[in-house]
């Protein structure tokens, strides 16, 4: 039998703030930081593991030019959040019914660090396929077949994207898109 559960980070796990990230590095809006398409460009190199965290502080920098390397680090640390409130519920209800639980997300090494210390369970779970070290971004399927291989397919995978809820159920997948707790509570519960 499969006992493991597949569940992203972002907007699942933990909240994304965009809106700070784009207030510490002075944009007027979060639509302008979003529009962005260099930091967003360099922001897809980090994630696959194309370039290092400290290169990507170097790109940053020749687009803020009067921003210190410590003041970007901690602007893009920022759109990492706090832990969603019934996460913590739901990840100790699948560890109590032997079920292991692994991060499957699309993230880079310097959030990845900061997204581990806003997780409050993160002692139980059982493992992680992050994008930065497999090289794909979810939905491109090498990422699915790299979590296959490590830990086979999952009984559940839980993602708030669309394309990523998709790519995974055209592997047979069982996925819930993530909407509200109360609603993953229940499928929780099912499981």
């Known amino acids: 039998m499969n006992n493991t559960i597949a569940l992203d980070i972002g907007r699942v796990c933990v909240h994304l703030n965009y809106e700070l990230c784009a207030q510490k590095l002075g944009f007027s809006s979060t639509q302008e930081l979003l529009n962005c398409h260099e ?64 991060l499957l997300s699309n993230t880079s090494q310097l959030h990845f660090a900061h997204i581990k210390k806003q997780l409050s369970f993160y002692q139980n779970i059982h493992g992680a396929v992050l994008s930065y070290e497999v090289g794909y971004m979810k939905p491109h399927s090498a990422i699915y077949e790299y979590f296959e291989e490590k830990y086979s397919r999952p009984l559940l995978f839980i993602d708030d994207k669309e394309e990523n809820i998709h790519a995974a159920q055209e592997r047979g997948w069982e996925c819930y898109q993530m909407g509200n707790m109360h609603e993953l509570q229940r499928i929780c519960e099912a499981v």
């Open 39 to 102: 930091i967003w460009r360099q922001n897809n190199l980090l994630e696959t593991g194309k370039i290092s965290t400290a290169d990507f502080i170097t790109q940053l920098q020749n687009i803020f030019p009067s921003k210190t390397a410590l003041e970007l680090r901690e602007a893009w640390q920022a759109i990492i959040g706090p832990q969603i409130q019934g996460i913590q519920k739901v990840v100790a209800s699948f560890i109590d019914k032997k079920l292991r639980v692994v």
